[in-house]
């Protein structure tokens, strides 16, 4: 702890905004993580498995019952909002799982891009506290005192070094937290698109099949 007080005293005022960005960072980490990993992922391949079973025995309330069961998930969200106009038109069922897509996609993505920008903040911020750094050591050697002179020039190297190094501390996990997480988002979605193109073609199927009487749906 004294070797983290003494960073901060002498690499001066910018230790102290970076940490604005750097507490911004880490809530939206902890936040995207949560969401992506616990609240709208789901095991896209066996959920889809039990729900085309279910569909092509003609059974569309079991389907929108396990849909149900996991109602925060992304994927049975869309696959819902199919099955519960599997009775409609074919022109119906393709709006009403395009429409779903089109609220859940942005929640997926939320903040994401705001995480790229705490690390190029974070990363500017410590080269700005660089320059300034710089900039007190030059001028130490042109105006300070001769026997002052080693004493100003610590002091700048000292901001400049501790301003770079805790901005790049800060900035790379945020990259590299930007770039998993993103991943991430970008299979879910790719699972939607995927999964919702399937429900949408097995549903049509049934239609004009006229199996649409057999079971009904809520």
């Known amino acids: 702890m004294q070797e983290i ?17 750097s507490v911004a960072g880490l809530a939206i980490m902890i936040e995207r993580i949560v969401a992506l990993y616990f609240k709208y ?19 569309i309330d079991r389907a929108i019952k396990l ?25 119906e069922i393709s709006n009403a799982i ?7 996609a942005p929640k997926i993505q939320k903040r ?24 007190q050591a030059f001028s130490a050697l042109e105006n300070a005192a001769p ?4 004493a100003y020039l610590a002091r700048g190297i000292s901001v400049a070094m501790y301003t770079t190094a805790f901005g ?12 998993f997480l993103s991943a991430t988002s970008k299979k879910i979605i790719e699972d939607i698109d995927l999964y919702s193109v399937k429900l949408e073609n097995l549903l049509i199927a049934r239609l004009r099949s006229g199996q649409t009487g057999l079971g009904p749906t809520r």
């Open 5 to 21: 007080a003494k960073a901060f005293s002498d690499g001066g005022i910018f230790m102290y905004v970076i940490i604005l960005p």
């Open 147 to 150: 026997d002052q002179r080693s």
């Open 67 to 91: 849909c149900n069961a996991a109602p925060n998930r992304a994927l049975p969200m869309v696959i819902k909002a199919g099955l519960t106009r599997a009775n409609k038109d074919e022109v």
């Open 168 to 179: 790049l501390i800060v900035a790379v996990p945020c990259i590299s937290a930007h770039l």
């Open 41 to 59: 992922n789901i095991n896209a391949h066996a959920f889809m498995a039990q729900i085309q079973k279910l569909v092509m025995a003609n059974n």
């Open 98 to 104: 395009e429409e779903t897509i089109l609220e859940i």
């Open 112 to 135: 994401l891009v705001q995480l790229q920008g705490v690390a190029n903040v974070s990363a500017l911020l410590g080269l700005l506290g660089t320059i300034v750094g710089l900039i």
